[in-house]
């Protein structure tokens, strides 16, 4: 193994001499190992930014979005401080919250929004959702009953500011045989503002529960839903349902999966998307080692020969030229691995700068969020690391059995 290790490193220092007649095998075997640099650097960038998103997912969007609901299609829930206490009590079930939800308007002066307005009882609401971590001004736990907290967008386009007087126009239900009722109009202080950069900036109107309640002729202890927060939001579909059956009310059942789930299974998609495709890459690249190799192979059939004639045994010469092909290999891993690593790690200030710098933002409005996010896991390292070295270990096989076939006779009697 020494010896072909030896011989290997000669025959690539040999390669790259000025001299060399067929620099063109030297400039294959090059391409090669930058391929194999860009496919592994591509791929740790890639299934980093996808590992962001997804953290993203769970540790930003579902920890304000609901994870499970119950709501009343038809009549209120009633007497829901002892359904919540009932919830809470529920295995894998972290909090429990009444709200009142329903669609109307925001109006400042001539301005008017589409709004989801949500009533909510702000000594619970904590327990449910994270919306704390991304409110300036007054907290939602800290929403008073004549206030009420929009999102960033809907502010913006407003033109309000904390402290102005928002109207919310708040639609009636008619009645069977009634006409269609006027809105209610209720004006409430803007004291907070919610900054989570994504659509619910631009839908969400939070108000107290007694508010709400007041408003839509509800008494205290009525509400249209119960939220819940779980353990392991991966399994939210199958503890909604179980504990869903612990409730009288006849309700609606709903958890992430259904209003966020076609967003979670579109990441998982573009990950097996970037797996087959990069990696269709860097096959390409470890196999431009069988081209560079076998013409190796060919111009050094003299070298073969000799060594040949002086005892090098088959497995010596097989051994010298995958050592060539892996060497190719390790150099482009090597530098696409911390090439990838280094942009992994600096990609969401990358991306800042580049939307800074041209003006623009293309994941403005689109996503839930409207920064690049990056999370380098390094089991994927590992993983892109091992599978380049097979496909390259594959590649060289073909050449260097095509080298223990060099008859000496015939080469060196010509």
Not at 66 to 75: C, G, H, I
Not at 253 to 262: E, M, N, P, Y
Not at 283 to 291: L, P, W
């Amino acid at each position: 193994m020494l010896l072909s290790a030896f011989i290997s490193k000669r025959f690539r220092a040999y390669s790259g001499h000025k001299d060399e007649k067929n620099g063109f095998v030297s400039f294959i075997a090059k391409a090669s190992t930058v391929g194999i640099l860009l496919g592994v650097a591509v791929l740790i960038v890639a299934l980093s930014v996808i590992n962001g998103f997804e953290q993203q997912l769970v540790h930003r969007l579902l920890s304000v979005v609901p994870q499970v609901e119950y709501v009343a299609p038809n009549r209120p829930i009633a007497n829901w401080p002892q359904k919540v206490e009932q919830l809470q009590q529920q295995d894998h079930v972290t909090g429990a919250a009444p709200f009142i939800a329903v669609n109307g308007m925001a109006q400042f002066k001539s301005q008017l929004k589409a709004v989801e307005i949500r009533g909510v009882e702000p000594s619970l609401e904590g327990s449910v959702s994270a919306i704390n971590q991304f409110t300036k001004g007054k907290l939602v736990s800290q929403l008073g009953i004549d206030e009420v907290i929009l999102g960033k967008q809907i502010v913006n386009q407003l033109d309000a500011s904390v402290g102005d007087s928002i109207t919310l126009l708040i639609p009636q239900i008619a009645q069977q045989g009634q006409s269609l009722l006027a809105p209610k109009r209720v004006t409430l202080l803007l004291a907070g503002i919610v900054e989570m950069g994504g659509p619910i900036d631009s839908t969400a109107a939070f108000i107290h529960l007694n508010k709400a309640q007041q408003t839509l002729g509800y008494d205290e202890s009525q509400v249209t839903g119960l939220r819940l927060s779980v353990d392991d939001v991966f399994t939210a579909h199958q503890i909604a349902l179980r504990v869903g059956q612990t409730l009288d009310d006849y309700v609606y059942i709903s958890s992430w999966f259904r209003t966020q789930g076609s967003l979670y299974q579109d990441i998982q998609m573009v990950r097996t998307i970037v797996y087959i495709v990069v990696f269709l890459i860097i096959a390409v690249a470890s196999f431009n080692i069988v081209s560079s190799l076998v013409m190796e192979v060919r111009e050094k059939q003299g070298n073969i020969a000799i060594l040949k004639t002086m005892g090098a045994k088959d497995s010596t010469i097989l051994a010298t030229f995958v050592m060539q092909g892996l060497t190719q290999a390790f150099v482009g891993v090597v530098l696409g691995s911390l090439i990838g690593v280094v942009l992994a790690i600096n990609i969401s200030e990358l991306f800042t700068w580049l939307s800074q710098l041209f003006g623009a933002n293309p994941l403005q409005g689109v996503y839930f969020i409207e920064f690049l996010p990056s999370k380098l896991v390094w089991q994927d390292i590992v993983v892109t690391v091992a599978v380049t070295f097979i496909l390259a270990a594959l590649a060289t096989i073909y050449p260097a059995w095509q080298a223990t076939r060099v008859d000496p006779a015939k080469v060196l009697g010509n």
